[in-house]
Structure formats: C-alpha cells, structure tokens
C-alpha cells in the first residue's frame, strides 16, 4: 500500500466536473474549480498556484448553505493547482462539509 495514502486522516473524493471555490489572498479574488475534496482541505484548480504556507480565505457551496473558511497552502503544483488545508471553520460549515462527504462516500 503506498504509505502516503495510508498517512491521510481524510477519505478523498475526486470531483471529475469540478466545483467552484471563491478564494481570496492578499486582496485578490479568484474563482477556481476543486478537483479533490476531503474533510481537511481540497485541492483547486489554477495555472498559478500560491506558494506552499501562504493562507487563503475560501468560500463555497454545498447543499444546505455555504462552507465559509481559512486554508493553508500545502502543495503548489505549477501551472496545475495547489492542495489546501482547512484551518478554520465554523461549526455549521463544518456539519455542512462532513454531510456532503458522507453523501459522496456513500457512508
């Protein structure tokens, strides 16, 4: 088994059509897609990437509402997209995120 799948905390779900996320960083607004989406972070979509440490403010939605939240930048993939980790979240937004995922992993 490759030990860095075995070293995640948070079941992964790929979103093939994508979902969008509103992300912001240094006073500059972006719309990207979310290819991945996990209970700890997800990963967007973008041709330019923020440097791995760099903090992102994130908005999106889910059925019920929207998950509102700060992200640390843990992997920037040039030209690709970078994987975030949630930093902070409201404990609504949270409940919101953990009912989508149980919905997508069909637990």
Not at 27 to 38: D, E, Q, Y
Not at 74 to 89: A, I, L, N
Request: glycine content about 12%; some cysteine; hydrophobic content about 40%.
């Amino acid at each position: 088994m490759n030990s860095k799948k075995s070293a995640r905390r948070y079941a992964r779900v790929g979103l093939p059509t994508g979902m969008l996320v509103a992300w912001e960083h240094a006073g500059i607004r972006k719309v990207s897609r979310v290819s991945v989406l996990a209970l700890g972070g997800l990963f967007i979509s973008t041709p330019d990437p923020l440097p791995n440490g760099d903090v992102i403010r994130l908005i999106f939605d889910v059925p019920g509402g929207d998950v509102r939240g700060r992200a640390l930048v843990r992997d920037c993939q040039p030209r690709k997209g970078m994987g975030v980790e949630f930093t902070s979240m409201g404990q609504e937004a949270r409940a919101r995120l953990h009912h989508l995922m149980n919905v997508l992993t069909g637990v």
